[in-house]
């Protein structure tokens, strides 16, 4: 955990949105005829699939290396991920000129491995089963002297991510919409932190819900318990992007205050609403950036008829022989066939 203190503010998201301005990408928010007649809602879709390295991650990167001070630069940073938060540090640092070390698992979609190579990162591969990796990278800090970047808990993540909201808001303004509701993923929480921090502070009767892996769903325990609670599943999640084991010691505190509810859904769910991004709204989004949409056509949350509704599609980068077994329906347990078939 770094950058400790204080809650993030809107004023922090405001300062981080400067910083950022003209190397993120400002992503449009859009709306799906389609979806709002299935849904009998108004969904206004945020698509951060559009976002450089294909998600979010990039803008808490961005926000994080920038603040950095010569030295540090000049020493690089390292950062453990299983794939998104690995592509926006390594881009990050590839555009402001300094090393990046990146620990991933070794079972991290390739294509995710790939990419992060391809910014120019340097890659060192975990057992995610037997290795630790916040072991791994504070010793390879202590060794080269480098700054560690945490995927979610850290100030100056959260308030990367949480320039997610502040567009979200005034997008949604600028189109004459009041939120009712505002739905995104929720793995160590760093996204929604930050997002519901923004809207929050902008509209205040909009109701925040996260969504969770059913397989993964520490966080929900978390908020009924009162205090952060480790998940430790015996399965994997198809998810890959939400299975952090718990949420973290600076997100936690703020979704505790924030939350209206947290939804969990399937796998086969996930794959569904995958096709339906695909089939429908013609975006490509990974399983872990798409449980909100799978939360919404699998009736997980409620909602009041003609209400307005922000969706979050936190990322794009799937694996494309899952995302192919996916379009071919091979994921799709028999509990979900009647789902399947209202889909097509």
């Not at 299983?82 to 402001?96: F, I, P, T």
């Not at 519901?196 to 325990?221: H, N, W, Y």
Request: proline residues 5%; glycine residues 10%; aromatic residues 4%.
């Amino acid at each position: 955990m770094t950058g400790a203190g204080a809650s993030v503010t809107l004023a922090d998201i405001e300062a981080a949105a400067a910083r950022i301005a003209g190397h993120a990408v400002v992503t449009p928010l859009i709306e799906s005829p389609a979806l709002n007649e299935r849904l009998g809602l108004r969904v206004l879709i945020k698509p951060e699939t559009l976002q450089r390295v294909g998600a979010f991650k990039f803008r808490g990167a961005y926000n994080r290396l920038v603040q950095l001070n010569a030295d540090q630069r000049r020493r690089g940073v390292v950062a453990f991920s299983s794939g998104n938060h690995a592509q926006g540090v390594a881009l990050a640092a590839k555009l402001l000129g300094m090393p990046a070390l990146i620990v991933m698992p070794s079972d991290a979609p390739a294509i995710k491995i790939a990419a992060t190579r391809g910014y120019g990162a340097e890659i060192q591969l975990y057992d995610r089963l037997t290795d630790d990796r916040e072991a791994i990278s504070t010793a390879i800090a202590a060794e080269r002297g480098c700054v560690v970047v945490p995927a979610f808990d850290d100030r100056h993540i959260i308030a990367g991510q949480g320039t997610v909201g502040l567009e979200l808001v005034r997008q949604a303004e600028a189109l004459g919409a009041r939120l009712d509701l505002v739905v995104a993923p929720v793995g160590g929480g760093g996204l929604m932190a930050g997002v519901s921090t923004a809207v929050k502070a902008l509209s205040p009767k909009t109701a925040m819900i996260g969504v969770e892996p059913e397989a993964f769903d520490d966080t929900l325990r978390s908020l009924r318990a009162g205090h952060r609670i480790v998940s430790r599943p015996a399965t994997r999640s198809l998810c890959d992007a939400l299975e952090s084991p718990a949420p973290g010691e600076l997100t936690f505190p703020v979704l505790q205050k924030t939350l209206a509810d947290i939804a969990l859904v399937s796998d086969a769910e996930v794959a569904l609403a995958m096709r339906y991004a695909y089939s429908t709204l013609k975006l490509v989004v990974e399983p872990g950036g798409v449980v909100g949409l799978a939360a919404l056509l699998a009736g997980k949350i409620k909602l009041g008829a003609g209400e307005t509704v922000a969706l979050v599609l936190s990322g794009g980068n799937v694996d494309p022989d899952l995302f192919a077994r996916v379009l071919r329906g091979e994921l799709y347990s028999a509990g979900a066939s009647a789902w399947a078939d209202s889909s097509r």
